[in-house]
C-alpha cells in the first residue's frame, strides 16, 4: 500500500497522514493514533520519497565515494565531508554515505530504496557506468569530478589537467629535463586528467615522455617515500617530481633527505588545503598548485539541495580553477647530478 492510498482509505489530506505517521505536533492525538492503527492494519510500508514530497522537505542526500578513501585520498575526502555539512547543516538535511567498491550497484540501491532525495558521486572513474545509470534512472544528482561520460550531467571539479601542466611546466621552466609524475591509481578519473596535463606540458617543451617516471599508486606516505626511493636508485634519475598529494609529498621528501639530495631535487604537488597538512610549515617547504577542497564539498552540496528540490536549469559543469605558489622546494635543475 502507497501513501496516497492510504490517505484516501482514510479521507485525509496526504500531508496530514505524512504528518501523522512523522509524529508532528500539529496533528491532534486523535488523528494520529487513528492514521497509526489504520497504517498497521493496510500493512503500509512508509515510502520515504513520497513522504519527503508530502512535507516538501529534503531530508537525506547520497554521498558515493571510494571505499578505500584513507588509503587512496587520505584526509581530503573528511575535509570535503566537511564542506558538505557545513552546508546540510543549515537545511536540516542527513548526509548518507555509502562507500562503494563499484559505484553503479550502491547508486542502484540507493535509488530503488528511495533512501536519499539526490546522490553525490564523488571522485568517478574515467566513463563510469554509475553516470549512464543515474542519468537514465532520471535521479537528481551532481558528480565531484569531471569524467569522460558523453551522457549530459551536473559535475564540478577542480582544473586538474591545468593543474598538472602548471606544475610541471614550472620545473620544465627551471631547467628540469628529467621529471616524474607521481600520481593517484588510474581509476580515478582526475588521475587520468593529471597525466594529460603533464603528458601536454613535456610535449610543449619538446620533452618525449618516459613511461618509467610515471608511476599510479595509492596517495599516501608510503607510496610517496618508496616510488622516490626506487626511482633515485635506477635510472634514468630524474631532478624534479609532480605529486598529486601532500601526503604523498611528505613521504617523497623523507626518500630525498635519506639521499641527501634536498638541495638538489625539486618537488611540486596539489594541495587540497586541509588545515592539518599545509605544505608551507614543511621542511622544505613545498611548492604547490592548490584549491580548498572544503570549499568544494559547500559548492557540491549547493548543486545538490537545488537539484533536490527539483530544479531543472542547475548547469552543465562547473571547473575550478587552481592557484600555483612556488616555495623552497622549487630551484633550479643541477648543472651535474649529485651522487
Known sequence: MKLKELAEELRLSLTTVSRALNGYPEVKRQTRERVEEAAHRLGYIAD???????????????????RETTSVFGPDIIEFINGLAEVFAFDDVDLLVSPA?????VCRALVESRRADAIILCYP?????????????????VVFGQSRSIVPHLWVDVAHQKAAYQATAHMLDLGHKLVALIEAPKEFALAEQREAGYRQALEEYGISANRSLIVHDVLSEEAGYLHTRRL????PLPTAFVISSVITAIGASRAIRERRLEDTISTITHDNVVPYLSPHTLFPSISTTSYPIHSVGKKVAEYALRLAHGEKNVGAGELLDTS?????????APIKYAE
Open 48 to 66: 520515504t520519497t513520497a513522504r519527503r514530497l508530502a512535507v516538501d522537505k529534503i531530508e537525506t542526500i547520497g554521498l558515493v565515494i571510494p
Open 125 to 141: 572513474g574515467p566513463d563510469d557506468e554509475a553516470i549512464r545509470f543515474l542519468a537514465a534512472a532520471k535521479f537528481p544528482f
Open 232 to 235: 633515485l636508485k635506477s635510472g
Open 324 to 332: 600555483l605558489d612556488v616555495r623552497t622546494s622549487s630551484r633550479g
Open 101 to 105: 567498491r563499484e559505484n553503479v550497484g
